[in-house]
T-cell receptor, first 119, second 113 residues
Framework: AQTVTQSQPEMSVQEAETVTLSCTYD???????LFWYKQPPSRQMILVIR??????QNATENRFSVNFQKAAKSFSLKISDSQLGDTAMYFC????????????????FGKGTHLIIQP | KAGVTQTPRYLIKTRGQQVTLSCSPI?????VSWYQQTPGQGLQFLFE???????NKGNFPGRFSGRQFSNSRSEMNVSTLELGDSALYLC????????????FGPGTRLTVL
């Protein structure tokens, strides 16, 4: 079974600052995918970024980028030029790859980090 | 494209009752997954349906069941409700490949009294 750990329950930064959210995971799988999801107060879960484990290049999406360290099983999210709208719970999630195409065991989520962007 | 929709958005039930939640996936998506979110346990995978068949299942009791229709819409049923079933139930849809990104609906907030 996989586990995902987010060691920062809450973080607070000033608007326009850069912030990094930590995530570590434990798995015996070699082929898997990692995700960061954002859940604002509306509770709608929104995909922020996705990383394929077989890719060495770190994924980026506009102001969001990851630092993926496969050997260390670390997957941190960096938010640059933070904005008030970035205030939300951020969840790191893991999904193993099913070669048979038979679907996966669902996403395994961390407990989340509550990020607050102060004006 | 319209996103994932879930109905109802809020629901209040009493212990012992049963409840059915509905999820309509993004057009063209054939996989629907269900998750339970509680303050104590966080987000937990319930099950996944693809082409009207349950393809994967999490570690939940048999009181939790689901089904999927030919148009990919899915329903989740919880029988003999317990206080601990109070949660936000999230539905996510994907194309259905081995690892396709899951897109979530707004959730159904279930309160059991």
């Amino acid at each position: 079974a996989q586990t995902v750990t987010q060691s920062q329950p809450e973080m607070s930064v000033q608007e326009a600052e850069t912030v990094t959210l930590s995530c570590t995971y434990d798995t015996s799988e070699n082929n898997y995918y990692l995700f960061w999801y954002k859940q604002p107060p509306s509770r709608q879960m929104i995909l922020v970024i996705r990383q394929e484990a077989y890719k060495q290049q770190n994924a980026t999406e506009n102001r969001f980028s990851v630092n993926f360290q496969k050997a260390a099983k670390s997957f941190s999210l960096k938010i640059s030029d933070s904005q008030l709208g970035d205030t939300a719970m951020y969840f790191c999630a893991f999904m193993k790859h099913e070669k048979s195409g038979g679907g996966a065991d669902g996403l395994t989520f961390g407990k989340g980090t509550h990020l607050i962007i102060q004006p | 494209k319209a996103g994932v929709t879930q109905t109802p958005r809020y629901l209040i039930k009493t212990r012992g009752q049963q409840v059915t939640l509905s999820c309509s996936p993004i057009s063209g998506h054939r996989s629907v997954s269900w998750y339970q979110q509680t303050p104590g346990q966080g987000l937990q995978f319930l099950f996944e349906y693809f082409s009207e068949t349950q393809r994967n299942k999490g570690n939940f009791p048999g009181r939790f069941s689901g089904r999927q229709f030919s148009n990919s819409r899915s329903e989740m049923n919880v029988s003999t409700l317990e206080l601990g079933d109070s949660a936000l139930y999230l539905c996510a849809s994907s194309l259905g490949g081995a690892v396709d990104t899951q897109y979530f609906g707004p959730g159904t907030r279930l309160t059991v009294l």
